[in-house]
């Protein structure tokens, strides 16, 4: 009688650990899942925050990161925020990146009223002398879409290796002030080396946020004018024949 409830006992024990290791596994999912369904938020599991906003939510935090940044002692000339603003234009798409199907092309005519705009390029091109803030401008915008984009993907290409160092770093360093700016946790690292870094965000295990800074190789072919091809180099052969080596000696005697 023993042996048959210590066989029952075992058997629903295991099943209650498979249910427990299960639902610790699916219950995220189910969330995530959920809240694509119903476009509600998923309260946080106990072991860690997971979080789902829409593309609108994902662009005003950009936007509330960018403000963070000139709360820190890095306010932003003019021509900066006029940077921004074509960058934030043209990433309007990537911020929907994790919504269903069709999202951004619903919520195309309601960007375009919220932020005053006519159409959304998804291409910049910035043409300003030295000293306008470029470099610096970029890497406070990608910070602040790294702080604010789930899944993003940035490339960034400087003219050498040591400029696409340097603005990695700042990357690096603006991405901090905004996260102690706005008091929040800083998001776990994965990797992070000379050329690139891979952020864990809060919107689940998916949310893998890289940022990769590369030199890029610009090479412009001069016009020269043709070398001249070596000549071959001839010897002179030696002729020192018999007559020749007699008439040495005779002249050597006198």
Not at 12 to 37: S, W
Not at 124 to 147: D, Q, Y
Not at 237 to 243: F, G, I, V, Y
Request: aromatic share 8%; with cysteine; glycine share 4%.
């Amino acid at each position: 009688m023993f042996d048959v409830y210590a066989d029952k006992y075992g058997k629903q024990y295991d099943y209650n650990v498979k249910i427990a290791a299960m639902t610790e596994v699916m219950l995220p999912a189910c969330q995530l899942r959920l809240m694509n369904l119903t476009g509600m938020e998923a309260d946080a599991p106990s072991d860690g925050e997971i979080v789902k906003r829409d593309g609108f939510t994902h662009m005003a935090t950009c936007n509330d990161a960018l403000n963070a940044l000139d709360r820190c002692g890095w306010k932003r000339g003019y021509h900066q925020r006029e940077f921004h603003s074509h960058y934030l234009r043209a990433c309007a798409r990537v911020f929907f990146k994790l919504e269903p199907s069709g999202s951004f092309e619903r919520a195309h005519k309601r960007i375009l009223e919220i932020n005053n705009w006519d159409s959304l390029n998804q291409e910049v091109l910035i043409s300003t002398p030295r000293r306008f803030g470029k470099t610096i401008s970029i890497s406070m915008f990608v910070a602040a879409l790294v702080f604010s984009c789930p899944a993003v993907e940035c490339s960034i290409y400087s003219t050498c290796k040591r400029i696409s160092q340097n603005l990695l770093r700042n990357v690096c360093k603006f991405l901090e002030l905004i996260h102690h700016e706005l008091k929040i946790p800083p998001f776990k690292v994965i990797r992070k080396n000379q050329d690139e870094v891979n952020l864990n965000g809060p919107e689940g295990l998916g949310d893998i946020r890289t940022v990769s800074s590369y030199p890029s190789r610009v090479h412009t072919p001069l016009h020269t004018q043709p070398q001249p091809q070596p000549q071959p180099h001839h010897t002179t052969p030696q002729h020192n024949t018999n007559k020749e080596l007699t008439k040495e000696l005779r002249i050597f005697k006198v």
